[in-house]
């Protein structure tokens, strides 16, 4: 808060059947902040505001229907009330106490009641696309239990609120669960402080200090929003009129508070007495806001004087830290291939969404497509000028559908817009993707299919990677270690040095000449480390390197050398089968690090992997990644001593906006002369960042929506993984793997929880939505083809294409090629989820996405390609009887029209068994959630 803040408390009169007439009165008063008191939370987790009025049972608002925009009326243009609250608890009453009984009995997850009710209540809150309610306000009086004041604050963050802290008295519970709160990237906003009826103290600056050792003494005094009684009769010494309560908080300003904020109680009996009072003036609404005000701004908030020993002694309650190193035994480590954070990640958090925690605390929000400087991309091709900004949704799932610009000239062009080194210092203008894409593709390709580079994947095209980064932690701030391709980054990633290297081919392992070309750099290793200190490792791996070539060998064994020198090194060097076993069984190592299958063009052809690499199909990338993260989870209790870190090697070429930084530590750090097999390539210092990649970081430990940043000034690189990896297990690290690593974060404050999570899963098998949902791109349903009673089942397998078939039991289908709520006359793909036509081949794609097409009579399925037009894959979902843009909901009769020129306007209709398309005909089709 750097604004004054007047708050006041209310009761019945902002209920449903009295705020109307008190509208105008909260309006024009001065306050700032009106706090709805109270809502009760019953033994079965029904809400009820003000003892009488019935909220919320079993997940569904049962309030009056015309509160909401009531509320939301109190901050309409020209208030002075800018924020709501709900207050949960009172003095006196069970609420905190069925709160914890039923988070014992139920968690905190989607499923529970508690989460189930306030989400109920902030969706029937949300009026005109913004929640009316600002954040919940905890008044316990009773319980004051940390535990329980945390898990339930994490769960309402986690749907959007934000919380606020009305102590009694208790100082060090309440300072500890903010502490604790903090710890885990979530910020109470406030401490409304009772300094009435007893309330302990009745003096701010004892609590000033005290949240001091959390929030910083610059913070501390805006952070402690003291609140009086206004008048409610002669028999009580708490009662005051605004005379009074102008000289309480001018003395609280005298003494040196440095207060920004003061809140009123209750509005219940400011209405009651204003006529019938002793007061000089009249104890009115507005009389009120201004006393505190006022009262506020009479002094010259001078510095406060040291603590006392009391508030000394609350500090000391806190100044630990109040969360333990979690009892990881085992990490596991993922690196994939090729892509930038905004071109997979940039859309994790869509309009409206913020992550629930950001840790540290304090920093800026979620760095994606929707925030931040996203310059028009221009190129010039054959002396025209094309542009193209990020656009949301891919084409094809092996987006942009050819390999972009890896090596070190090209990053510089799609960053300086050069091809030449930059001076040093040199901001990123972050504006040449587009130019470098199209030199690329050269003049044979088309415009179209040059701007397919700035297409955004969603988290409908990529749920397995999105899933796992929303329900634990990903960082916007992780960059890899050298701006160039895989060789140099990989090797960073596991030797902290690439010997001098920046682009592929430097010290040639035999593979010259080849895309999959390897290096060896004949360095220590972190096995090499590991070995020495006793640790166990496993690499685990998909192929030989590289594929379709006569190797026998992975990729780390061939590029690694000095991890052969390691006694019985080939022993721990076993096929990914063997992990999937050994997560199942709690047999893994310390440290497991993960080879994927290395796709992409070869002079060959394409070779299909699981990599992510462009232009891989990413189906098998994503299942694979989910068969990882399932093997891990089968077996609990390994898992709740696991962390799984999913990390790209280098961007590939893919577009990100955020500039990289400079400040790169050098592996050999400040030696002018580095003792290196070879010269430093082009002259590179290693002294900037490369790209930013997506890294996520998966345990029970880790709160879900997460996201992660440095805790120093030094950002994230994949240096971080080996100095992470080094201190767990207390190796010294200013003596092995060089400088970069000596100096790099660690990511272990990720780990915020006190207890392992239990509500964890990211692949649930989930309950259809109910009929009337929203469908939006990606959702999950079944085709119901309304004429014959059948619906769109499993594939059959022809000479060529796989085809659909109609039977009683529907597949799991979705739209796909957009982005967010799918409409009526919306242009989809539609896609199944079957495991047979997505069946891994060296050379094969998978065929997922129907289409109409002139060799066959009927439709199949075939692979999506963002290089290709395919509009034969192109369809127009047309709900029956509704106008264009009217939203597709689960239940609706739709018709499926093909967008392909040649078959324009045909309906998707049955053949019998199978789907075609003819013009004229009249099939409906009912969209169904999954059972």
Same mark, same amino acid.
């Given at each position: 808060?750097?604004?004054?803040?007047?708050?006041?408390?209310?009761?019945?009169?902002?209920?449903?059947?009295?705020?109307?007439?008190?509208?105008?009165?909260?309006?024009?008063?001065?306050?700032?902040?009106?706090?709805?008191?109270?809502?009760?939370?019953?033994?079965?987790?029904?809400?009820?505001?003000?003892?009488?009025?019935?909220?919320?049972?079993?997940?569904?608002?049962?309030?009056?229907?015309?509160?909401?925009?009531?509320?939301?009326?109190?901050?309409?243009?020209?208030?002075?009330?800018?924020?709501?609250?709900?207050?949960?608890?009172?003095?006196?009453?069970?609420?905190?106490?069925?709160?914890?009984?039923?988070?014992?009995?139920?968690?905190?997850?989607?499923?529970?009641?508690?989460?189930?009710?306030?989400?109920?209540?902030?969706?029937?809150?949300?009026?005109?696309?913004?929640?009316?309610?600002?954040?919940?306000?905890?008044?316990?009086?009773?319980?004051?239990?940390?535990?329980?004041?945390?898990?339930?604050?994490?769960?309402?963050?986690?749907?959007?609120?934000?919380?606020?802290?009305?102590?009694?008295?208790?100082?060090?519970?309440?300072?500890?669960?903010?502490?604790?709160?903090?710890?885990?990237?979530?910020?109470?906003?406030?401490?409304?402080?009772?300094?009435?009826?007893?309330?302990?103290?009745?003096?701010?600056? %004892?609590?000033?200090?005290?949240? /001091? &050792?959390?929030?910083? $003494?610059?913070?501390? =005094?805006?952070? +402690?929003?003291? #609140? *009086?009684?206004?008048?409610?009769?002669?028999?009580?010494?708490?009662?005051?009129?605004?005379?009074?309560?102008?000289?309480?908080?001018?003395?609280?300003?005298?003494?040196?508070?440095?207060?920004?904020?003061?809140?009123?109680?209750?509005?219940?009996?400011?209405?009651?007495? %204003?006529?019938?009072?002793?007061? /000089? &003036?009249?104890?009115? $609404?507005?009389?009120? =806001?201004?006393? +505190?005000?006022? #009262? *506020?701004?009479?002094?010259?908030?001078?510095?406060?004087?040291?603590?006392?020993?009391?508030?000394?002694?609350?500090?000391?309650?806190?100044?630990?830290?109040?969360?333990?190193?979690?009892?990881?035994?085992?990490?596991?480590?993922?690196?994939?291939?090729?892509?930038?954070?905004?071109?997979?990640?940039?859309?994790?958090?869509?309009?409206?969404?913020?992550?629930?925690?950001?840790?540290?605390?304090? #920093?800026?929000?979620?760095?994606?497509?929707?925030?931040?400087?996203?310059?028009?991309?221009?190129?010039?091709?054959?002396?025209?000028?094309?542009?193209?900004?990020?656009?949301?949704?891919?084409?094809?799932?092996?987006?942009?559908?050819?390999?972009?610009?890896?090596?070190?000239?090209?990053?510089?062009?799609?960053?300086?817009?050069?091809?030449?080194?930059?001076?040093?210092?040199?901001?990123?203008?972050?504006?040449?993707?587009?130019?470098?894409?199209?030199?690329?593709?050269?003049?044979?390709?088309?415009?179209?299919?040059?701007?397919?580079?700035?297409?955004?994947?969603?988290?409908?095209?990529?749920?397995?990677?999105?899933?796992?980064?929303?329900?634990?932690?990903?960082?916007?701030?992780?960059?890899?270690?050298?701006?160039?391709?895989?060789?140099?980054?990989?090797?960073?990633?596991?030797?902290?040095?690439?010997?001098?290297?920046?682009?592929?081919?430097?010290?040639?392992?035999?593979?010259?000449?080849?895309?999959?070309?390897?290096?060896?750099?004949?360095?220590?290793?972190?096995?090499?480390?590991?070995?020495?200190?006793?640790?166990?490792?496993?690499?685990?791996?998909?192929?030989?390197?590289?594929?379709?070539?006569?190797?026998?060998?992975?990729?780390?064994?061939?590029?690694?050398?000095?991890?052969?020198?390691?006694?019985?090194?080939?022993?721990?060097?076993?096929?990914?089968?063997?992990?999937?076993?050994?997560?199942?069984?709690?047999?893994?190592?310390?440290?497991?690090?993960?080879?994927?299958?290395?796709?992409?063009?070869?002079?060959?052809?394409?070779?299909?992997?699981?990599?992510?690499?462009?232009?891989?199909?990413?189906?098998?990338?994503?299942?694979?990644?989910?068969?990882?993260?399932?093997?891990?989870?089968?077996?609990?209790?390994?898992?709740?001593?696991?962390?799984?870190?999913?990390?790209?090697?280098?961007?590939?070429?893919?577009?990100?906006?955020?500039?990289?930084?400079?400040?790169?530590?050098?592996?050999?750090?400040?030696?002018?002369?580095?003792?290196?097999?070879?010269?430093?390539?082009?002259?590179?210092?290693?002294?900037?960042?490369?790209?930013?990649?997506?890294?996520?970081?998966?345990?029970?430990?880790?709160?879900?929506?997460?996201?992660?940043?440095?805790?120093?000034?030094?950002?994230?690189?994949?240096?971080?993984?080996?100095?992470?990896?080094?201190?767990?297990?207390?190796?010294?690290?200013?003596?092995?793997?060089?400088?970069?690593?000596?100096?790099?974060?660690?990511?272990?404050?990720?780990?915020?929880?006190?207890?392992?999570?239990?509500?964890?899963?990211?692949?649930?098998?989930?309950?259809?939505?109910?009929?009337?949902?929203?469908?939006?791109?990606?959702?999950?349903?079944?085709?119901?083809?309304?004429?014959?009673?059948?619906?769109?089942?499993?594939?059959?397998?022809?000479?060529?294409?796989?085809?659909?078939?109609?039977?009683?039991?529907?597949?799991?289908?979705?739209?796909?090629?957009?982005?967010?709520?799918?409409?009526?006359?919306?242009?989809?793909?539609?896609?199944?989820?079957?495991?047979?036509?997505?069946?891994?081949?060296?050379?094969?794609?998978?065929?997922?996405?129907?289409?109409?097409?002139?060799?066959?009579?009927?439709?199949?399925?075939?692979?999506?390609?963002?290089?290709?037009?395919?509009?034969?894959?192109?369809?127009?979902?047309?709900?029956?009887?509704?106008?264009?843009?009217?939203?597709?909901?689960?239940?609706?009769?739709?018709?499926?029209?093909?967008?392909?020129?040649?078959?324009?306007?045909?309906?998707?209709?049955?053949?019998?068994?199978?789907?075609?398309?003819?013009?004229?005909?009249?099939?409906?089709?009912?969209?169904?959630?999954?059972?």
């Amino acid at each position: 808060m750097t604004t004054t803040n007047l708050a006041i408390y209310g009761g019945g009169p902002l209920g449903a059947e009295s705020l109307a007439a008190n509208l105008d009165d909260l309006r024009g008063s001065g306050f700032t902040t009106v706090i709805l008191w109270s809502f009760h939370v019953a033994a079965n987790g029904d809400l009820a505001f003000n003892d009488t009025q019935g909220i919320v049972s079993g997940g569904v608002y049962g309030g009056a229907a015309s509160w909401p925009a009531q509320v939301a009326a109190l901050k309409a243009p020209g208030s002075s009330v800018t924020s709501v609250w709900a207050s949960v608890g009172a003095g006196g009453v069970s609420d905190f106490t069925h709160v914890a009984a039923l988070i014992a009995q139920e968690g905190i997850g989607p499923d529970s009641i508690l989460y189930r009710n306030f989400a109920a209540l902030r969706a029937a809150f949300t009026v005109d696309g913004v929640c009316a309610i600002d954040g919940i306000d905890f008044d316990d009086e009773d319980l004051l239990d940390v535990d329980v004041l945390v898990q339930f604050a994490t769960l309402l963050f986690g749907l959007g609120f934000q919380i606020t802290f009305c102590p009694y008295n208790a100082p060090s519970i309440w300072v500890k669960a903010l502490a604790t709160l903090a710890n885990a990237g979530h910020l109470v906003s406030w401490f409304n402080l009772q300094a009435y009826a007893g309330g302990f103290g009745n003096d701010p600056r %004892q609590w000033i200090d005290a949240v /001091a &050792t959390v929030v910083g $003494t610059e913070r501390a =005094a805006q952070f +402690i929003v003291p #609140g *009086l009684w206004c008048y409610h009769g002669q028999s009580d010494e708490d009662s005051r009129c605004p005379s009074s309560v102008q000289s309480q908080f001018a003395s609280y300003q005298a003494a040196g508070d440095g207060l920004s904020g003061g809140f009123l109680w209750l509005y219940d009996d400011v209405l009651r007495f %204003q006529h019938d009072n002793p007061c /000089a &003036t009249p104890a009115t $609404t507005a009389g009120y =806001a201004a006393a +505190i005000a006022a #009262g *506020l701004a009479s002094a010259s908030q001078p510095a406060r004087p040291p603590r006392t020993a009391a508030a000394q002694r609350a500090a000391d309650a806190v100044t630990s830290a109040d969360v333990a190193a979690p009892p990881i035994d085992h990490v596991v480590m993922l690196m994939l291939e090729n892509r930038g954070f905004d071109s997979v990640l940039g859309l994790l958090y869509g309009p409206g969404e913020a992550p629930s925690h950001l840790v540290p605390a304090g #920093g800026p929000g979620f760095q994606g497509l929707l925030t931040g400087d996203h310059p028009v991309q221009h190129a010039v091709r054959d002396g025209r000028t094309i542009s193209a900004s990020p656009a949301y949704g891919v084409r094809g799932a092996n987006s942009p559908g050819k390999d972009p610009g890896e090596p070190y000239a090209h990053v510089n062009q799609q960053l300086f817009r050069s091809t030449a080194p930059p001076y040093a210092g040199q901001r990123p203008t972050m504006d040449g993707f587009l130019q470098d894409y199209c030199d690329v593709l050269g003049s044979s390709a088309s415009d179209e299919q040059c701007k397919q580079l700035m297409h955004m994947f969603s988290p409908a095209d990529l749920p397995a990677l999105s899933a796992l980064a929303r329900t634990y932690a990903t960082s916007d701030a992780w960059f890899c270690s050298v701006p160039t391709q895989t060789n140099a980054n990989r090797a960073f990633s596991i030797c902290g040095t690439s010997l001098g290297e920046v682009d592929n081919g430097y010290y040639p392992a035999g593979t010259r000449g080849w895309v999959f070309e390897c290096d060896k750099f004949d360095t220590p290793t972190i096995w090499n480390v590991l070995a020495d200190h006793q640790v166990s490792w496993a690499v685990y791996y998909n192929q030989p390197y590289p594929p379709i070539r006569p190797f026998t060998a992975p990729y780390t064994w061939l590029a690694f050398p000095r991890v052969q020198t390691i006694p019985d090194a080939w022993a721990h060097f076993k096929k990914i089968d063997q992990f999937m076993t050994d997560a199942r069984n709690g047999a893994l190592p310390a440290f497991s690090y993960l080879e994927p299958a290395w796709g992409g063009e070869t002079k060959l052809g394409y070779v299909d992997g699981n990599d992510y690499h462009p232009p891989v199909d990413v189906t098998h990338s994503e299942e694979m990644l989910r068969e990882i993260y399932r093997a891990l989870r089968e077996n609990q209790a390994a898992w709740e001593r696991t962390l799984l870190v999913v990390v790209f090697d280098e961007h590939g070429g893919t577009y990100d906006h955020v500039p990289p930084p400079w400040g790169a530590t050098p592996p050999w750090g400040a030696d002018p002369n580095p003792k290196l097999p070879k010269p430093r390539q082009y002259g590179f210092n290693f002294d900037r960042f490369g790209v930013r990649v997506p890294c996520l970081l998966v345990s029970p430990w880790i709160e879900a929506g997460t996201v992660v940043r440095s805790p120093t000034a030094v950002p994230f690189d994949h240096t971080s993984i080996l100095a992470s990896v080094l201190d767990w297990k207390k190796i010294d690290r200013s003596t092995v793997l060089g400088a970069r690593v000596a100096g790099a974060p660690t990511f272990w404050h990720a780990l915020t929880r006190q207890r392992p999570r239990t509500d964890d899963q990211a692949f649930p098998t989930p309950h259809g939505p109910a009929l009337g949902a929203p469908v939006n791109y990606g959702s999950r349903f079944r085709l119901l083809h309304l004429p014959s009673g059948r619906m769109v089942s499993s594939v059959s397998k022809g000479v060529r294409y796989w085809f659909p078939t109609l039977g009683t039991t529907g597949v799991e289908l979705s739209f796909r090629g957009g982005y967010g709520a799918v409409t009526s006359r919306s242009t989809v793909m539609l896609r199944t989820a079957e495991a047979a036509v997505n069946a891994p081949g060296v050379m094969d794609k998978p065929a997922n996405t129907l289409g109409a097409w002139r060799d066959e009579h009927d439709c199949y399925y075939v692979a999506s390609d963002a290089y290709q037009p395919y509009q034969q894959q192109q369809w127009a979902v047309v709900k029956v009887g509704a106008r264009p843009g009217s939203p597709l909901r689960y239940g609706d009769e739709v018709q499926l029209l093909c967008l392909y020129p040649d078959f324009l306007g045909q309906v998707l209709m049955s053949d019998g068994s199978y789907l075609t398309t003819a013009s004229g005909a009249r099939d409906a089709w009912r969209i169904l959630p999954m059972p």
